[in-house]
């Protein structure tokens, strides 16, 4: 029997700001990819792995009942078995790691499920994502259960508010396009709660306050309405804005090796880069009207294609 296997996703828009009700669009990757496994032979990986969800069974069985329960009799059997998550998708780099894993999970696991088909309104997506919420924030303190989300649905997702989610359609990729979005390996590992400590703290400062929700969540909201109406040209003036705000007002965000990367981008206007989740390490996106020139500009530094234009 196929085992189903679930996708790292990418948080074009919406970094920061869905905290405070703004636009989002999430995407599968499906370059990165999990999967739940017995293992065949003993490892090191799957040993590890498998600890880990010996302590994550665990966190389950203490969630509300009435809003989540699994099939313990099904899950300690596997756990009995040794059962690991086999994924691809590199931790602490802003892609999901753990949400696959939790989507999985709850694949497998989970009692009443609920699937993904013509009868998945929003109110039952709100019910998901709760229930993502809930399991995802074993491994992040508080998780807004929208990659898992991503993850299952397997598709990608509008965020128009944290009350009104929506699965949508994207426009087709140009295969010839000399345009794209790519990945670029900081390599880093990025911590996404520290991250976040600094830009609740930083949002105590009126100044800085009106700034995210007068500038930055503006041109965010801008691009995924460019990006999914197919209006390249207005989509790179917007990303080229966003970007040189990030560089100006959420530097410590980006690692101190891609101050110069990123500012070269704009000025030469060759790429524009973002970050991709909370920042501070990781992979971060970029932007291009002509992808040859950026691998150029960026030689040094391996770029994983996301999206042809």
């Known amino acids: 029997m196929r085992v189903p296997s679930f996708f790292a996703k990418i948080l074009l828009f919406g970094e920061y700001g869905i905290i405070y009700n703004s636009k989002g669009l999430s995407i599968p990757y499906k370059f990165y990819y999990g999967a739940l496994k017995i293992p065949k032979t ?18 389950l069985k203490k969630l509300d ?7 313990w009799e099904k899950f300690n059997f596997d756990l009995e078995r040794k059962i690991y998550f086999e994924s691809s998708i590199p931790q602490g780099y802003g892609v999901g790691s753990s949400a696959a894993l939790v989507s999985a ?36 303190g508080k998780s807004s259960g929208l990659d898992p989300l991503n993850s299952y649905l397997k598709k990608p997702i509008l965020i128009n508010s944290k009350d ?34 600094l830009f609740m703290e930083n949002m105590k400062n009126e100044a800085f306050n009106n700034l995210i929700l ?9 691009c995924i309405e460019n990006f999914i109406n197919g209006n390249i040209n207005l989509l790179f003036t917007n ?18 090796t891609f101050h110069q990367l990123w500012k070269t981008g704009i000025d030469s ?19 291009t009207e002509d992808f040859e020139k950026a691998q150029k500009k960026l030689k040094d530094y391996p770029l994983k294609l996301v999206y042809l234009f």
């Open 239 to 256: 990303i080229k804005s966003l970007s040189k705000f990030v560089l100006k007002n959420l530097k410590p965000m980006i690692p101190n």
């Open 164 to 197: 009104n989610i929506q699965t949508i359609n994207i426009p087709s990729q140009n295969d010839y396009g000399k345009g794209a979005i790519f990945l670029v390996d900081s390599g880093e590992i990025g911590k996404t709660a520290p991250m976040i400590s």
């Open 105 to 140: 999970i709850y694949d497998k696991y989970a009692l009443s499920k609920i699937v993904f088909d013509k009868n998945l309104d929003k109110k039952r997506m709100l019910q998901l994502k709760n229930i993502f919420s809930l399991m995802e924030s074993f491994f992040h």
């Open 269 to 287: 206007e060759t790429y524009y880069l973002k970050l991709c989740g909370s920042g501070g390490g990781g992979f971060i996106l970029g932007f």
């Open 65 to 71: 009942k009435d809003l989540i329960s699994f099939n």
């Open 214 to 222: 007068e500038r930055f969540i503006r041109y965010s909201d801008a």
């Open 42 to 59: 003993k490892s090191n990986f799957s040993d590890d792995s498998h600890k880990k969800l010996l302590y994550f069974s665990e966190y």
